[in-house]
């Protein structure tokens, strides 16, 4: 019998200055895209960092109102490892995020500001492929981010935006949705792998609440199995998989 061929992940696109990553919670670009945002990172590429919530609600042994603030703290020394100066939060409640026209209208506010060629957000899906059930928070971010990346051009949706000084922004070209089950691009993770697990490791909080494991073992064995398994479907370097949506 004939081994079922693999497809082939192609090259993300690198005609780009500006990227935006929005995304739920702390930590979750960390969980697989750190490398490649540092690569773009080393550049010249500006990427900036927009979180839904705060992770208030992530850590069962610290209560909300001590969880915010201390896991803000670790994303912003996350985010400086792979080279981001800029993060911003929305605020959105920790668990209960509401897909619908508010988040739509912060995003595509964040999208506005910022004027990115290339938006990256987190799968959008029920499941992360199989069994495995995504969170609500997740799903309610993904599929926002890949609306609001068309709201944003449109004056007359949010008309408000362009009164507060925000003006139309129809300039993102591609969406790129990490942690997808059907990944379409990559990015060479090679360089970046080493900053992606100490980027993680700044989220030591939340690690140490979710694991036993000494943190560091953690993060780089993670990190690392999922860029050898991306990487079987890019020339077998080690990668980050994303799915790539054209506009």
Same mark, same amino acid.
């Not at 981001?84 to 995020?97: K, N, P, R, Y």
């Given at each position: ?9 192609? #090259? ?34 500006? =990427? ?9 609600? %992530?850590?069962?042994?610290?209560? #909300? ?23 911003? *939060?929305?605020?959105?409640?920790? %668990? ?44 309610? =971010? %993904? ?14 949706? *949010? ?66 199995? *999922? ?21």
């Amino acid at each position: 019998m004939t081994e079922p061929t693999i497809s082939q992940l192609q #090259p993300m696109p690198d005609d780009w200055q500006r990227a935006l990553a929005v995304v739920a919670h702390p930590d979750d670009l960390e969980y697989g895209c750190a490398a490649a945002i540092a690569a773009w990172t080393d550049a010249g590429r500006e =990427v900036s960092y927009v979180l839904a919530t705060r992770g208030e609600a %992530g850590i069962d042994t610290v209560d #909300p109102a001590r969880c915010g603030p201390l896991r803000e703290r670790e994303q912003r020394a996350s985010a400086a490892v792979v080279g981001v100066s800029e993060v911003a *939060f929305l605020d959105h409640a920790d %668990g209960v995020i509401e897909y619908g026209p508010a988040l739509r209208r912060d995003i595509a506010a964040a999208i506005r500001r910022h004027r990115p060629q290339l938006v990256v957000t987190l799968n959008h899906r029920d499941t992360w492929g199989g069994s495995a059930w995504n969170t609500p928070d997740h799903v309610a =971010v %993904g599929r926002a981010t890949l609306d609001a990346a068309g709201d944003a051009g449109n004056r007359w949706i *949010f008309p408000e935006l362009t009164e507060q000084g925000l003006e139309p922004w129809d300039g993102v070209r591609w969406v790129a949705v990490a942690g997808s089950d059907a990944p379409t691009h990559a990015v060479d993770a090679t360089a970046g792998l080493e900053r992606a697990v100490r980027s993680l490791l700044e989220h030591r909080t939340y690690i140490e609440a979710l694991t036993d494991e000494d943190p560091e073992t953690y993060a780089r064995t993670l990190l690392t199995s *999922f860029a050898e398994e991306a990487g079987k479907r890019f020339g077998n370097r080690p990668a980050v998989a994303f799915e790539l949506f054209p506009r």
